[in-house]
C-alpha cells in the first residue's frame, strides 16, 4: 500500500540529535548525518504499533532515505531532538512517517552498533514504545515507500529466511527482545465499556 506525501514537518540530516555515555547521559548534539559519518553514540526512539487484530505495522524504508533506503522495519524510528523527551519525540515522530496518532507506552530500552549503508554507522540507545491503532494509515512518501500488517509468527519466519530485507535495529529488537515483543503482541485490547444514560 502507498500513499501520498502530506503536508507535514519531517526530519532532515541537519537535525541535531543527542549524543550520549553508555548509561544514555546526554553529553550535548551533534548533527544527525555527522553523528552517523562517525559513529557517535546518540540517543534513538523506535514505535511498535499493532492493531487490535494482533498484526504488526511495518513500513519499507523510502528510496531516498540517507541509510537503509528499500529495507523493511517496525512503524517509527528516529531521534528525540535536544531538550525534547524521548516520549514526545516518538509521538511526533510517528505522526509526521506514518500519520498515525495514538497512546504509546515504553516497552524496553536497547543498545546497538552497526554498519549500515552509504558508510554510516548506528550507535544508538533506543526507547522503543508500544501503541494501538487501528485507524487509518498516511504516511509520508519522502520517509515511506511501502507499508503493512504483518502477524508475528510471519514476520519471525521472514526475519529468518530473508534478514536482508531488513533494518539492522528491527532484526537486533526481534532477536533480542523478541520475547518482550510478543508478550506485548499478545496483550488483550481494554474495551471501553460506556454505561447507557439513566
Not at 550520549?20 to 548533527?31: C, F, I, Q, S, T
Not at 541509510?67 to 511526533?92: F, I
Amino acid at each position: 500500500m502507498q500513499d501520498a506525501k502530506r503536508d507535514r514537518p519531517g526530519a532532515t540530516d541537519a537535525d541535531l540529535v543527542i549524543l550520549v555515555d553508555g548509561n544514555d547521559k546526554a553529553l550535548g548534539a551533534a548533527p544527525k548525518l555527522d553523528a552517523h559519518r562517525r559513529g557517535l553514540k546518540h540517543r534513538a526512539v523506535s514505535a511498535l504499533v499493532r492493531n487490535s487484530g494482533g498484526l504488526m505495522l511495518l513500513h519499507r524504508r523510502a528510496a531516498g532515505k540517507y541509510h537503509s533506503a528499500g529495507l523493511w522495519t517496525n512503524a517509527c524510528c528516529s531521534h528525540p531532538r535536544p531538550d525534547e523527551s524521548t516520549a514526545a519525540a516518538v509521538r511526533r515522530r510517528l505522526m509526521e512517517e506514518m500519520g498515525v496518532d495514538c497512546a504509546l507506552t515504553p516497552l524496553f530500552v536497547t543498545s546497538y552498533r552497526a554498519e549500515v549503508s552509504n558508510d554510516l554507522v548506528e550507535n544508538e540507545i533506543v526507547h522503543v514504545f508500544g501503541g494501538i491503532h487501528d485507524g487509518g494509515i498516511s504516511p509520508d512518501a519522502s520517509e515511506v515507500s511501502e507499508w503493512k500488517w504483518m502477524s508475528l509468527s510471519d514476520l519471525v519466519a521472514d526475519q529468518k529466511a530473508n534478514p536482508s530485507h531488513y533494518t539492522v535495529w528491527f532484526l537486533h529488537y526481534m532477536r533480542d527482545h523478541g520475547a518482550a515483543i510478543a508478550e506485548w503482541m499478545q496483550k488483550p485490547v481494554a474495551v471501553e465499556i460506556i454505561q447507557p444514560a439513566p
